[in-house]
């Protein structure tokens, strides 16, 4: 069973921009913090950012500035817009419902100098 897809990955030049989108079953979305994770080939898998359901948001340090994490409550998506984006942004960006531990299938996020 899917509880959580992510989309809108794909291949930009440095300094471009991506907007990634994440949809979760209603009561899903309504009741977690939804968060954002990646995982480069050969690293550990890192915090990007989060929103809890009231809106208070937090960023990796790496990405403060660059990208900005929105939900829209009436509507059941949530977005990572990400701009200024360098080659060390390259990796498979994860979706999470931080509450019931749901995480998305990844979508491939690469940047090229």
């Known amino acids: 069973q899917v509880q959580v897809v992510e989309s809108g990955g794909g291949l930009v030049q440095a300094g471009g921009s991506l907007r990634l989108s994440c949809v979760a079953s209603?009561?899903?979305?309504?009741?977690?913090?939804m968060g954002w994770f990646r995982q480069a080939p050969g690293k550990q898998r890192e915090f990007v950012a989060h929103?809890?359901?009231?809106?208070?948001?937090n960023y990796a340090d790496s990405v403060k500035g660059r990208f900005t994490i929105t939900r829209d409550n009436a509507k059941n998506p949530v977005y990572l817009q990400m701009n200024s984006l360098i080659p060390e942004d390259t990796a498979v960006y994860y979706c999470?419902?931080?509450?019931?531990?749901?995480w998305g299938r990844g979508t491939q996020v690469t940047v090229a100098s």
């Open positions: 209603g009561s899903i979305f309504r009741y977690n913090t």
């Open positions: 929103i809890s359901n009231d809106g208070y948001t």
């Open positions: 999470v419902a931080f509450e019931n531990n749901y």
